[in-house]
């Protein structure tokens, strides 16, 4: 074979394989083998420089330089918007003008998820991208090309061309945990947040530098296949079904609708189910599903008679913005927080919200006694997003000089968004720190609430995480319980329950009591990380920063957090004790390869009741596991949620084993 062949067929197997991961979500080979392959072909390509790399090679996503602005670039046929239906008369009502208009037939309908981010059109050209850009006005948009380069949904070549020209319309979106990931990222570094998946998304497209694009993961969902400005097929429904083949993300979350019964069903379907989804949506789409009726029906000045957005119950409301009261968090954080009057979004009362830090404050130009809206979105806290309209004798929120627990001294570091309150005995930072030491995600003890902490605390029986481990049962047993309206003692039976809960957590892995020291910036998923870059406590708290930085996702900051708090004779008093009430200070964790789902292959399907689908993928894969996205005779076992689906039924049917959260919990730390 010759070079040129060689890399033909390795850039077709790469194509293949994206396809497969980002498209289908069926991989079929691990992460590890796809960067191998990548890797063979950036080699070779690098060491035959006579040959040139074509652009749409697998190498080029990220090949363009930061640019000096935007070209302005028209679009083949304007991109128009949507009329919405508020409500349920509103989808009656347009259904019968279409009806009416179309002769009296009930009419079938494409129904798709309608997508909370912004819309682009890409142009190819036999089979490779050409050109993208985003909405704009409707009649010009910005050329982002280089930017959309850089998204994996996207393909730099298509699977297929059946057209010499085509173009494909869709939505650019952020997914809730990269946007979760990259505001929690931006907080760190003291940059302003995003308020919402949407805002992200924009912000992350409209940059000149394509290399920021590729780091925010954005997700292209495609919805319209045009040919000449013109839908290339005599059907909605087939258009979606050649944007597949043709290698575009159209998911599986749509269905042809026949009559306005079945559209409404399916609305109302998604309205219930949208929190599952791992992206945002605010309705869904229907549109006329034969172009040949679309032509018939046409166009309004805004948008076409063919199409409508069924929108969801928003999730915002007004309200005023009673008070900002400061709270002070495990790390010391000063963090404030919105007193609403009490106002329902979406069923659900909401009375507070977070407002992060001051420069968000600024940022929204918030004053007390302001109307303000608030955004509940899946399951996140509820979020100030801005103000409606200024109060009458509003005043300017002013960040405490001193902690409002302990009244010590709060310090802000350069090039941070947070105050800090520097007391590291400071009772509001204990009683955080501890309660963080015993929540579920690290050592998990059960029985160990805010109350009882805030109780033996008060009795001076707690001051440190060491204590937990010197508590005896006469300690706990005549506390209080919490929530009985007459006062109830905790008593010897779950006095001890609780203290096995506590000896429990001796044998937790390395990783939760890395999670669980409150060292700051390290969070459960950098923890993981460190207790599989490192055999032991002891050899982690010996690191350089430059040993520190190879583990993955730990950057010169994270580093230098960890030798200081390594550093702190405090906190070597602290794992002192540790080590002597008997902890597990060994990394089981770091051979992944020996772990304890070693060679057994996993679909997760439904929602977890307390883990998000990347997290349970990630704690699989930290105990050697995979996670592939459909159930077939090579799965080994099928972890189940809440309204689990065909993935389930098929498991059933092949035989293979299904777990709960659970019991992959338990299998996680045998
Ligand atoms: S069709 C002329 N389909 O919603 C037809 N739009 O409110 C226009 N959107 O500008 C678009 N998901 O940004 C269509 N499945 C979907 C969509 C969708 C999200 C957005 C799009 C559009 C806006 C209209």
């Known amino acids: 074979m010759t070079v040129q062949e060689q890399l033909e067929q390795l850039r077709a197997e790469i194509r293949r394989h994206e396809y497969l991961y980002y498209v289908l979500d069926q991989p079929e080979i691990s992460d590890a083998e796809f960067d191998g392959l990548m890797r063979r072909l950036r080699e070779l390509e690098l060491a035959h420089p006579e040959i040139p790399v074509p652009p749409d090679s697998p190498t080029q996503r990220v090949g363009g330089a930061p640019r000096e602005g935007f070209v302005k670039v028209r679009h083949s046929s304007p991109m128009l918007s949507l009329d919405n239906a508020l ?33 682009m059109a890409v142009q190819y050209e036999d089979g490779v991208l050409r050109q993208a850009v985003t909405r704009g006005d409707g009649t010009e948009g910005e050329d982002v090309t280089e930017n959309a ?54 912000g992350s497209l409209r940059v000149l530098d394509p290399s920021i694009t590729a780091a925010r993961q954005l997700e292209f969902h495609a919805y319209f296949l045009l040919v000449d400005g013109q839908p290339a097929l005599p059907s909605h429904w087939q258009s979606l079904e050649m944007l597949k083949e043709l290698g575009f993300r159209v998911g599986s979350e749509r269905r042809l609708c026949h009559g306005v019964e079945q559209l409404l069903a399916f609305c109302r379907e998604w309205e219930e189910k949208r929190d599952s989804l791992p992206f945002e949506i605010d309705g869904v789409v229907a549109k006329v599903d ?29 309200t005023v913005l009673e008070n900002i009261e400061v709270q002070v968090g495990r790390t010391g954080t000063l963090t404030p927080v919105a007193r609403l009057r009490p106002v329902t979004v979406s069923g659900v009362t909401v009375t507070s919200a977070t407002l992060h830090n001051e420069d968000y ?53 350069e090039g941070e968004a947070a105050v800090r309150c520097i007391n590291s005995s400071c009772p509001a930072r204990l009683k955080e720190s501890i309660l963080h030491y015993c929540s579920r995600g690290v050592m998990d003890i059960d029985g160990m609430g805010d109350s009882i902490v805030a109780q033996l605390m008060a009795a001076g029986k707690l001051a440190s995480i060491a204590d937990l481990y010197e508590l005896k049962e006469s300690d706990l047993a005549p506390l209080e319980l919490e929530g009985e309206k007459t006062r109830r003692r905790l008593g010897g039976k779950v006095a001890a329950r609780i203290l096995a809960n506590i000896r429990a957590t001796k044998q937790k892995p390395l990783s939760r009591l890395i999670a669980g020291l409150g060292i700051p910036f390290v969070g459960e998923r950098t923890a993981q990380f460190l207790a599989a870059g490192f055999s032991s406590l002891d050899e982690l708290m010996t690191a350089g920063e430059e040993r520190l930085m190879q583990v993955e996702e730990v950057g010169p900051k994270v580093a230098a957090s960890i030798r200081r708090f390594f550093a702190e004779p405090h906190n070597q008093a602290l794992i002192g004790r540790l080590r002597a009430a008997g902890l597990n200070f060994q990394s089981t964790e770091k051979k992944v390869e ?8 996993f679909v997760l399907t439904g929602t977890l009741p307390t883990l998000t689908r990347d997290e349970a993928t990630r704690l699989i894969e930290a105990s050697g596991g995979k996670v592939t996205g459909s159930v077939s005779r090579k799965t080994s076992v099928v972890v189940a949620g809440e309204e689990a689906g065909s993935k389930l039924d098929k498991a059933r049917e092949l035989g293979i084993p299904v777990w709960d959260e659970a019991e992959l919990r338990r299998r996680l730390e045998s």
């Open 290 to 318: 034969s172009v040949g009726d679309q032509r018939k029906l046409g166009w309004t000045a805004k948008a076409p008679r063919w199409a409508i957005a069924f929108k969801f119950t928003p999730r915002q409301a007004e």
């Open 594 to 601: 020996g772990g304890p789902l070693a060679g057994m292959t």
């Open 87 to 119: 409500d349920e008369g509103e989808l009656r009502d347009f259904d019968r003008r279409v009806r009416e208009l179309l002769g009296g037939e009930p009419c079938t309908y494409a129904a798709e998820l309608k997508f909370d981010g912004l819309s």
């Open 149 to 202: 380069r850089t998204i994996r949904t996207i393909p730099l070549r298509t699977l297929a061309a059946p057209w010499p020209r085509f173009e494909v319309r869709g939505e650019v979106i952020m997914t809730k945990a990269a946007f979760e990931r990259l505001n929690a990222e931006r907080e760190a570094q003291g940059q302003p947040l995003y308020a919402n998946p949407r805002n992200s998304a924009a």
């Open 361 to 413: 404050i600024r940022e929204l130009g918030l004053m007390i006694g302001d109307r303000v809206v608030v955004e509940r979105s899946g399951d996140v806290i509820p979020r100030v997003v801005r103000v409606a309209a200024p109060g009458a004798g509003r005043r300017a929120f002013v960040m405490p000089a001193e902690c409002p627990v302990c009244g010590g001294p709060v310090f802000r570091a």
